[in-house]
T-cell receptor, first 113, second 113 residues
């Protein structure tokens, strides 16, 4: 059963703490993405990776970091430098070619206490 | 800069009526236009997409039309049902690399029974 998974579904963090969100896909996709979604807004691109061991900043990368050591995994770390981290985080993957569907995970809701 | 504008932000229709959501894009070279449906607390799912070599595409009660001259594309849902209630996002390829997408701000559709 192919797909993209994210964990945990809900995450609570104290101010000043780093936290890592997991994203795994078994679709054999080359490209992976992280988006942030705030109420009433569209999806904003945080980071993306077109291939293993390579990743690029998106539109709102400040306060976030990623790694892409394996093709199937693209974890996102929300650092203490991110001033307003409470949001819904979505991971996606695609074959990495123009005109390809992006498949989304179920999302992680991060709340900073 | 590149942009995808989506209207309306909210739409309420009576069950059985039609719903239309419109998006405009800025890059005349764009050639792929997907529509995603996002249910509450879940990740977006592709419902239909259209490429620039056609002007319309249908899939049962859902259709998408593309006007390349005016640089806009629309989602049409006929015979709406309560389960159509969700947030719908349009998207278009980014100028710097076609495999990345830029998303509209979303339309919250409510179908009243």
């Amino acid at each position: 059963d192919g797909g993209i998974t994210q964990s945990p579904k809900y995450l609570f963090r104290k101010e000043g703490q780093n936290v890592t969100l997991s994203c795994e896909q078994n679709l054999n996709h080359d490209a992976m993405y992280w988006y942030r979604q705030d109420p009433g807004q569209g999806l904003r691109l945080i980071y993306y990776s077109q291939i293993v061991n390579d990743f690029q900043k998106g539109d709102i990368a400040e306060g976030y970091s990623v790694s892409r050591e394996k093709k199937e995994s693209f974890p996102l770390t929300v650092t203490s430098a991110q001033k307003n981290p409470t949001a819904f985080y979505l991971c996606a993957s695609s074959r990495g070619q123009g005109g390809d569907e992006q498949f989304f995970g179920p999302g992680t809701r991060l709340t900073v206490l | 800069g590149e942009n995808v504008e989506q209207h309306p932000s909210t739409l309420s229709v009576q069950e059985g009526d039609s719903a239309v959501i419109k998006c405009t894009y800025s890059d005349s070279a764009s050639n792929y236009f997907p529509w995603y449906k996002q249910e509450l607390g879940k990740g977006p799912q592709l419902i239909i997409d259209i490429r620039s070599n056609v002007g319309e595409k249908k899939d049962q009660r859902i259709a998408v039309t593309l006007n390349k001259t005016a640089k806009h594309f629309s989602l049409h849902i006929t015979e709406t049902q309560p389960e159509d209630s969700a947030v719908y996002f349009c998207a278009a390829p980014r100028m710097d690399s076609s495999y990345k997408l830029i998303f509209g701000s979303g339309t919250r559709l409510l179908v009243r029974p």
